[in-house]
């Protein structure tokens, strides 16, 4: 069995293996013990809310034929919840990608504190 840091690396590299097969840009992601942080770059023929779908049907399936215990916590084959969050990114972009790259740091300094009590 993988350990969780295996894991996010294995759900980051099937991410980037569906971007690259439908022609979108993985710029930054992070998957964290219960979301996916990522930029993507879209091409404007899809639908921001079909690229979403794909990502999640297609990944989920991958998840479940990899990881043959995962689907015994999940009823119904549901791996990823309903919605999703979405913002437009225009002059913000770095300040995204920062976003992104720290949610590590910022996981491991909300974890300190609830330990701590705070």
């Known amino acids: 069995m993988l350990n969780t840091t295996a894991l996010r690396r294995e759900i980051g590299a099937i991410f980037r293996d569906l971007c690259r097969q439908k022609g979108i840009e993985l710029v930054e992601g992070y998957a964290m013990r219960d979301h996916i942080h990522m930029l993507l770059m879209i091409p404007p023929k899809f639908s921001v809310s079909n690229t979403v779908g794909f990502l999640k049907g297609k990944s989920a399936v991958q ?11 999940y009823t119904g084959r549901h791996f990823w919840a309903r919605g999703y969050c979405v913002s437009t990114v225009g002059f913000d972009e770095q300040m995204i990608r920062e976003y992104i790259k720290n949610q590590e740091v910022e996981e491991r300094r909300q974890e300190q504190m609830q330990l701590a009590g705070l």
Do not use: A, E, T
């Not at 998840?63 to 916590?73: C, D, G």
């Open 63 to 73: 998840i479940f034929r990899r990881y043959k215990h995962v689907q015994r916590n």
